[in-house]
């Protein structure tokens, strides 16, 4: 593999999930974007979104965004990732983009769980009906974005281990053909 493969889709559609067991079956290395910035700087996702803000958050990420794509890698991108500072077109231009998508109800039981709500800044407060509704309303205003990925990819069955592994050998087959 020489391009990096950018998986992008909304939080909890398994973008770290289903990343990790494609490099692992593609034999390449796997980054999530949310840990490299957190090990560049030293801080979690949210106390650089408490201490900082969402706007230094973006620029750090553009920053992450622009390091990682010079590696030959699969590449766990934030939610948010492509809706910001023109990193859609960066990773269109530098990579190959794939879509993950998931039934809103599949994302939104994946975050109500209290571990996945602890890690993400903007669900922490939320009941699990603001949640779905949340989900609802960020999803259409990021789909836009999301649909520029060169690809689009069903990521809804990695509940378990061996789904996840199987939906990562179909998505690897799916590349090996491009």
């Not at 990096?4 to 067991?21: D, E, N, P, R, V």
């Not at 650089?48 to 230094?56: D, L, N, P, S, V």
């Not at 069903?154 to 378990?160: A, G, P």
Request: glycine fraction near 6%; hydrophobic fraction near 40%.
């Amino acid at each position: 593999m020489t391009q990096t493969i950018f998986l992008i889709g909304y939080m909890g559609c398994g973008k770290s999930t289903l990343g990790a067991a494609l490099a692992s079956v593609m034999n390449v290395p796997f980054i999530d974007l949310d840990d490299y910035i957190e090990e560049k700087c030293e801080a979690k996702i949210t106390e650089i979104f408490r201490t900082m803000g969402e706007t230094a958050f973006r620029q750090l990420e553009q920053q992450a965004l622009r390091e990682v794509a010079a590696m030959p890698c699969i590449v766990a991108c934030g939610g948010g990732t492509p809706c910001f500072e023109g990193n859609m077109q960066l990773m269109n231009r530098t990579g190959i983009t794939i879509w993950l998508t998931t039934e809103v109800e599949r994302i939104a039981a994946r975050l109500c769980l209290p571990e996945q709500k602890a890690k993400r800044p903007l669900i922490a407060n939320k009941t699990d009906e603001e949640i779905h509704a949340f989900i609802t309303t960020q999803l259409a205003a990021r789909t836009p974005f999301y649909s520029q990925a060169q690809l689009q990819f069903d990521s809804t069955h990695i509940e378990t281990a061996p789904d996840t592994l199987h939906t990562a050998t179909q998505l690897a087959a799916l590349l090996q053909n491009l």
